[in-house]
């Protein structure tokens, strides 16, 4: 049933944009009809966590508690959401908290709710009530249950928690723009080989696809062919390499947050091939117009993705027996590990053991 204390809970938080974490006190509200009280036992470290700890982006609320991989078990449910979940539930909270869910807003009434305008962020928002909202680098938190996920049996919830952003990421555009029609055959390219990449190349695998790795060097090369199962490597930066491999692809997930040339990206695409973004650069990219006439390609983009794609996409990777590579650590390696991630020294996701070494 429902409480009518506030709770409180115990995180790591960053006060200022030098992005020093420390552990902090704070409340999260009772848990009301609607809602969900889950015990977090892992969190996803994800990179825009460490965009918003350093205010990268200019719109962060200080003291913030980033996470939005959030994976543990239910320990309080609402009058409204018994019979939805229970005690003890393996469930998961990805990248939002919240949004209008009106009959009249497009992006909800679609199961879109990534897309509402009124959405409320995991962290780093604020809720219905005013509140700040907290993320998962803490040992609890308290959730409307439509934005809680169930965890199927078979994926482990250390290694699944990054899914609920990075597998999303990839999953949503792969579905919208027909990645998962007919899959059989066809051939995907991989731009980037991160936290987002790798999980591409295990999707395009798990759904019959040949799958190309496209990266700057070839240190991965090895990783993505053994670990991941990709079928063949290209170096960008090898234009002799590219250019043998033009017009081999059906389809491009591009997980580069950098600025990068995208013609000869386009130039490997095939008649009708399309390229999708689901990496942000912080510029403008140059876009060659010509290639996208000579053969009829499209280029998209893609933003996490709505709740109940969210929970298709768990499902499929319980399916599939699809889990993120991670490196598992401690909640006081935190700041060292905002740092290796700074500079891509991770494969491919960090996840905090809360439950182990928040005390």
Sequence with gaps: MADKVAQQALGWAARDSSAVFSPYQFFHRANGPEDVTIKILFCGVCHTDLHFSRNDWGNTTYPIVPGHEIAG???????????????????GVGCLVGACNSHTCEACSEDLQNYCEKLILTYNGVYHDGAPTYGGYSNMIVVNYRYVMRFPEKLPLDAGA????????????????????????????????????????????ALGMKVTVISTSSHKEREAKE????????????????????????????????????DPLLNLLKINGKMVFVGAPDKPLQL???????????????????????????????????????????????????????SSDVKYRF?????????
Excluded at 73 to 91: H, I, N, Y
Excluded at 230 to 257: G, R
Excluded at 299 to 312: A, H, V
Excluded at 316 to 340: L, Q, S, V, W
């Design 73 to 91: 078990t239910v320990t309080a449910v609402g009058s409204k959401s018994e019979g939805l979940f229970k005690v003890g539930d393996r469930v």
């Design 162 to 205: 990054p899914l609920l952003c990075a597998g999303i990421t990839v999953y949503s555009p792969m579905k919208y723009y027909g990645m998962m029609e007919a899959p059989e055959g066809k051939h995907l390219g991989v731009v980037g080989l991160g936290g987002l990449g790798h999980v591409a190349v295990k999707f395009g695998k």
């Design 227 to 262: 670990l991941l199962g990709a079928d063949h490597f290209l170096i960008s930066k090898d234009h002799q390499q590219m250019q043998e491999s033009e017009k081999s692809l059906n389809y491009i997930i591009n997980t580069v947050s950098a600025v990068h040339p995208i």
């Design 288 to 342: 060659p117009v010509m290639p996208l006439l000579q053969g009829r390609k499209m280029i998209g983009g893609s933003l996490i993705g709505g709740l109940k794609e969210t929970q298709e996409m768990l499902d499929f990777c319980g399916e599939h027996n699809i889990t993120c590579e991670i490196e598992k650590i401690p909640i006081d390696y935190i700041n060292t590990a905002m740092k290796r991630l700074l």
């Design 351 to 359: 996840v905090i053991d809360i439950a182990g070494t928040l005390k």
